[in-house]
């Protein structure tokens, strides 16, 4: 089994920053990708960052590209999600994900990870 463990949300200005945090626990070395998802309200889930847990390779959606960096420590199971130019429209529940699944792209659909954090608020006031 996995656990993961966000933290690092908070309320922030329109043009902050923010960095969220995952902390992985359990079976981390099964660990291939970790990801980023969020939820605004009324809305679906929507991939935001991934990050290939051997190679540190990387992946982001159009909206959050070039705003946003998605890194990882592997020494301390932790990935990490900083958030800069900040937008209201980035205000949702972020969540980590991740899967044990070897695939060679990416993943941006929810249903392809198994292991999800409770979730962090993110919101962005104008």
């Known amino acids: 089994q996995l656990q993961l463990v966000e933290s690092g949300g908070g309320l922030v200005q329109a043009g902050g920053s923010l960095r969220l945090s995952c902390a992985a626990s359990?079976?981390?070395?099964?660990?291939?990708?970790m990801v980023w998802f969020r939820q605004a309200p009324g809305k679906e889930r929507e991939f935001v960052a991934a990050?290939?847990?051997?190679?540190?390779?990387?992946y982001y959606s159009d909206s959050v590209k070039a705003r946003f960096t998605i890194s990882r420590d592997n020494a301390n199971n932790i990935v990490y999600l900083q958030m800069n130019s900040l937008k209201p429209e980035d205000t949702a529940v972020y969540y980590c994900?991740?899967?044990?699944?070897?695939?060679?792209?990416?993943?941006?659909?929810?249903?392809?990870?198994?292991?999800w954090g409770q979730g962090t608020q993110v919101t962005v006031s104008s």
């Open positions: 990050i290939r847990r051997s190679t540190g390779s990387t």
């Open positions: 359990g079976r981390t070395f099964s660990i291939v990708d």
């Open positions: 994900a991740a899967r044990m699944n070897y695939a060679r792209a990416f993943a941006v659909q929810s249903s392809a990870y198994d292991y």
